[in-house]
C-alpha cells in the first residue's frame, strides 16, 4: 500500500540518523523531552521527530483531539533545532507502527530510522501489529522508564531476539547498524507520566 505525506512534511536527508519516538502524548511532558535528549547524546541521533499518532490501537479510550496534543508538545519543545514534532502518522493515514515505518521508509530514501520507546512498551511489544517486521526494518532504542525494570531481561521480543542485542557501550553504534538490531539504554529515570497528570487534573481530556 502506497502512503503519500503531501506538504509540510518533516525534512530529512539520506544519510541523516532520525529517531522516532511514537505516543499519543496525551499529555506530553518533561519525561518524553528527558529521554529524547538522553536518546540523541547516546545513540548520536541527528534529530528526533515525536510523532504524535491519532490515537493508540491498543486502548480503549481515545486520546485528547489531535491539533491540542500536537500544541502542547510544541511549546514543550520550546523551538529545539533537533526535535521535530509532527502528526505525520494521520498524514501517511496509519495507526500501526510497522505501517507508518513502511510509510516513512518509502518517503525518505536514504535516511536511516531508529524507533524508540520506553521499557514499559517492551512488555507488551509482542502485541504490536507485526512487531517481528518492526525489529527487522530498523534498529530499536528502548529506553529505561520507572514500573518495570525486568522487562528487557523478561519480555518475548528481547528473548526472541537476544542474540541482536547491541551492549551499552555500543550504544553509540546504533543508528548505523543493520536490522535487527537494538539496544537497552539504562538512563536516569523521571517519575513523571502522562497517566499521573490526567489522573491529578492538570490534564483534562
Same mark, same amino acid.
Given at each position: ?30 519525561? #518524553?523531552? #528527558? ?8 545513540? $548520536?541521533?541527528? $534529530? ?20 491540542? $496534543? ?5 511549546? &514543550? ?75 528487557? $531481561? ?9 542474540? #541482536? ?18 539496544? #537497552? ?11 499521573? &497528570? ?8
Amino acid at each position: 500500500m502506497r502512503h503519500v505525506i503531501g506538504p509540510g512534511r518533516p525534512q530529512a536527508r539520506p544519510g541523516q540518523v532520525i529517531g522516532l519516538l511514537g505516543g499519543s502524548f496525551d499529555p506530553p511532558h518533561e519525561g #518524553h523531552l #528527558h529521554i529524547t535528549l538522553e536518546a540523541m547524546k547516546r545513540f $548520536r541521533l541527528d $534529530r528526533v521527530w515525536w510523532l504524535v499518532s491519532p490515537g493508540n490501537p491498543l486502548k480503549s479510550e481515545g486520546p485528547a483531539e489531535l491539533p491540542r $496534543r500536537l500544541a502542547a508538545a510544541q511549546a &514543550l519543545v520550546g523551538g529545539h533545532p533537533r526535535i521535530v514534532v509532527t502528526d505525520i502518522e494521520s498524514r501517511l493515514g496509519t495507526r500501526y507502527t510497522a505501517e507508518t515505518l513502511e510509510g516513512l521508509i518509502g518517503a525518505y530514501p536514504g535516511t536511516r530510522f531508529v524507533w524508540l520507546m520506553g521499557e514499559d512498551n517492551l512488555a507488551g511489544f509482542h502485541r504490536w501489529d507485526r512487531w517481528r517486521a518492526i525489529v527487522s526494518s530498523v534498529p530499536v532504542g528502548v529506553l529505561a522508564r520507572p514500573g518495570q525494570p525486568a522487562s528487557a $531481561r523478561t519480555a518475548r521480543a528481547s528473548r526472541v531476539f537476544r542474540s #541482536h542485542r547491541l551492549s551499552v557501550a555500543a550504544s553509540g553504534l546504533l543508528g548505523r547498524a543493520e536490522p535487527p538490531c537494538w539496544c #537497552h539504554l539504562p538512563i536516569p529515570l523521571r517519575s513523571i507520566s502522562s497517566t499521573a &497528570l490526567r489522573a491529578s487534573g492538570q490534564w483534562v481530556r
